[in-house]
DNA sequence: CTGAAAGCGCTTACAG
DNA sequence: CTGAAAGCGCTTACAG
């Protein structure tokens, strides 16, 4: 004792019956006499018996586990995002053994080997699926999996994306039906295909309607390079009637800039952003901003991956042909003060956008 | 192919070798004569080989794990904790089973008996330290663990814990100092051992100073409850001269109340949180709060149980004698505009406090 | 340097 | 309903 851990063999020496017995008695088998199975629990419970994981998973082929490869752990969409996956692994008594990478293709795909035999299906964020053959070369093969946020040009796994194209778009005509016509674009990252999205709807739209004047700015999707943005903005001759950030952050960062500028939001200058983060609507003024339900992201990719898992051991093949096209989310368009004022009243009155949280 | 995955067996057969040499080459082992070794890598590269991880650490007695146990994974605090554990993994080549357990005592109690054989090692925050007995018969025997933010009556594991008390006593001196006489304290969740080591302080400093007036609301951590408590303040008799929240969330939710109803921070009324959150910097007008970094308790606490682990395979022994008392973290002080603008100058002026990431 | 064999702690047909 | 035995896929003394 005390130096060694309890084993099923233990649990079976003590209760006076073999392994199987403990084995069928604790898996809650239908074939065990029941004055039998009470003897081995009781057994089990007094020896503070549990039973080895990897033993566990290595004899059953099973691990109750869902491998989660993220490029990170932390940060707003992270963190919402896990929260989904959490909520719908506990309801289906499943863990989450995480993983992040943080921009490393070489460390996500020895993340992704690093799952075979210790998960039951992957969940999983790459903005590596443009590279030819590199997902098929690195997620484990056998294994169910669902892609989240990750373009595929020819989609070769079930896959979940927001539509950043859709939301870009019904920002950009948001302001303009408030009358803005020069609108800046605060970009993201030129790697990330959310941000790609979102700058291909602002082209877009701005395109499809003559009279709307559109600029764009660089930005890294935090805040710091919005602050950055919104200085260059204010610095360039011509101010424009709003600004577009990428993401929320930006906004926050570009907001900041402009209330140290005494640039008044939304009288000099309206501001949207995207995401929809909590602080969106504590800011002053509230930010007007396309709400993607990041959450719902995490519980629909696993109620999915589950349905696979569950439809059978043939991972793969199940997986093959379930792919087809992504299935997507479109983010809903959030109204508040920092497009302007009146434009947002206006709307409010006729009863339309924001009604969620606000 | 494509039905069964492959094994250990098939790169041996392939490569001409036994299993054993392609485990040692696989692993690095030197006994390995390097034409083999390279003849094996280039086999199992080719058969696209990983190996199973539950057969591995069944029979090495190693997972390369870490078990996180917490009471939630999202929200900005696990966030960030989250955050700082990651960065400590993934630099130790380690891989994060997280659990989570939403206020429900036995799903913790399972959640960390599932641990067994899973992991090396186990990260704990439990509000259920003061229940006797609870994590003695919850841990799993013989694994190391480091408790996080969880009160020990009678310290038995490694801790560390955030210096709460001292945290909130500090913030009230510093609104004592700018001349705040009558200061409401926007308490937390009456469970939550947080909430009450910062009310604890908040009563202590109060008591220490002759004229200092305290008063106190109910709150829940979020900022729902900061604005209600925030509009009870306004409707209490005699209005406060400062707010403390319990937490920053609440402090904008209380802030919020105040905008609306045309309070003006800090001229009317000062205000403070505790946590200095990202946003705390943000808000307008910005937030003195306490910060608590987060992330580095985290990392601090993944490291001590790494150590431990690294230390031998007698677990639980180690971790009876590394205990004794709790590492403390203490908060620092983050003077900005709500507390109080000029005061805030004024400190600014002798370049004390907020000298961080302002 | 290499291989045959035992063993990690379970689960699960197979007999009875 | 129960047990003896094989097997899950690895690692690691033990011999040589």
């Known amino acids: 004792m005390g130096r060694q851990a309890v084993t099923i063999r233990d649990v079976a020496r003590e209760a006076k019956v073999s392994v199987a017995t403990v084995s069928r008695a604790l898996n809650g088998h239908s074939n065990v006499a029941e004055p039998v199975r009470r003897q081995v629990l009781e057994v089990a419970r ?19 586990t869902i ?11 992270f963190s919402e995002l896990i929260r989904g996956i959490d909520a719908v692994a506990r309801a289906r008594g499943r863990r ?31 903005p590596y699926g443009d590279r030819p053959g590199f997902l098929a070369e690195n997620l484990p093969q056998l294994l169910p999996v669902v892609l989240i946020n ?15 194209h859709a939301g870009a778009v019904a ?49 890294e999707f ?43 939001v939304p009288g000099d200058i309206a501001l949207a952003g995207f995401d929809d983060i909590p602080l969106a609507r504590f800011v002053h003024p509230s ?34 042909a379930a792919a087809g096209a992504a299935q997507v989310m479109v983010p809903e368009l959030v109204v508040r003060e920092s497009s302007g004022r009146e434009a947002a009243r206006a709307q409010a009155r006729r009863g339309r956008p924001g009604k969620g949280r606000e």
């Open 46 to 64: 007094r020896l503070r018996y549990s039973p080895h994981g990897a033993a566990r998973s290595l004899s059953s082929r099973s691990t109750q």
């Open 67 to 77: 491998g989660v490869v993220l490029p990170d752990l932390h940060g707003e969409f």
């Open 150 to 164: 990750t373009h595929q040009p020819e989609p070769a796994w079930p896959a979940l994306e927001i539509d950043n």
């Open 171 to 219: 920002m950009v005509e948001h302001l303009l039906a408030l009358g803005h016509r020069r609108i800046a674009f605060i970009g993201g990252p030129a790697h990330n295909h959310d941000a790609r999205e979102r700058l291909r709807g602002f082209r877009d739209a701005i395109a499809a309607h003559p009279g709307a004047v559109g600029e764009e700015y660089p930005g």
């Open 222 to 264: 935090d805040e710091a390079s919005g602050h950055r943005a919104g200085r260059a903005i204010l610095a360039s001759g011509t101010r424009p009637d709003a600004v577009f950030a990428a993401n929320d952050m930006m906004a926050l960062g570009c907001l900041y800039a402009f209330v140290q500028a005494g640039v008044r």
């Open 96 to 126: 989450l053994l995480l993983s992040s990478y943080h921009g490393d293709p070489d460390e996500q795909g020895a993340a992704l080997r690093a799952m075979r035999g210790r998960v039951d299906g992957l969940l999983v964020m790459s």
């Open 287 to 320: 930010l007007t901003t396309m709400r993607v339900s990041i959450a719902a992201l995490g519980e629909r990719a696993l109620a999915r991956l589950l349905e696979q898992i569950e439809a059978g051991a043939d991972g793969a093949e199940t997986a093959g």
